[in-house]
C-alpha cells in the first residue's frame, strides 16, 4: 500500500507582504497568549484542503484544477483585517482576511471546490468558502481575553496589496517543528 500525501490547494502569500504579516504576529504576541505562528515561508490563503490522499490522484487534481484556473482572472486583493474563527472574542484560529471588489479570489475557492466534488476527488464544503490568511492557532485560553483586545484592534489594519495570478498544489508534512510545504504543481490563472 502506498503512503498518502496530505495536500491542499492554496494562494501563496506575495513575498513582500510576509514581513507585515510577521509585524501583525509580533503585535498580537504582546497579548501573551499561548498561540502557535505561521512561520512565514508557509504564509497562505487555503482554497482547499483535502487532507490524507493517494499519490496516484496527483494527476487528476491537476487536471481538474488546470480547467479551473484557465477560467479565472488574474485578479488584486487587499490584505486587510485581523479576525478570529469561530470569533474574534474567543478564537481557535487567529486570520488575516482580504477584501476582493469583484470577488474573484472567492469564486476561484467556491468553482474549485465545486469542480473537485464533481469529479468525485473531494467532499463539497458544507460553509460557503470565505478567503482568509491562518497566522496562528490559539493552543489554550490563557490570556485569550488579552488576545480578543489586540485582534479588536488590528480588526481594520492595512496590510497591503497582492496579485492572484496564480494558485498551487500542495504537499504539507508534520514535523515536531511544523508544517514543511512543498509545492507540487502550479496553476496559472487564464481568464
Known sequence: MSEQLRLFFAVPLAADLKEPIVQVQQQLKAAGAKVSWTQQENLHFTLKFLGD??????????????????????????????????????????????????????????????????????????????????????RSRHRQEELAVAMADLSEQQIGQMAVDHFVLMQSQLHPQGAIYTVLNRFDLQG
Do not use: M, N, Y
Open 53 to 138: 490522499t493517494p499519490p496516484q490522484q496527483v494527476d487528476e487534481l491537476s487536471e481538474v484544477a488546470g480547467r479551473v484556473a484557465e477560467s479565472v482572472p488574474v485578479h488584486q486583493v487587499q490584505i486587510v483585517g485581523v479576525g478570529g474563527f469561530p470569533s474574534r472574542g474567543r478564537p481557535r484560529v487567529v486570520w488575516v482576511g482580504c477584501t476582493d471588489e469583484d470577488e474573484q479570489l472567492t469564486r476561484l475557492g467556491t468553482v474549485l471546490d465545486e469542480a473537485l466534488a464533481e469529479a468525485g476527488l473531494a467532499q463539497l464544503e458544507k460553509r460557503p468558502f470565505t478567503p482568509h490568511l491562518t497566522i496562528g492557532r490559539v
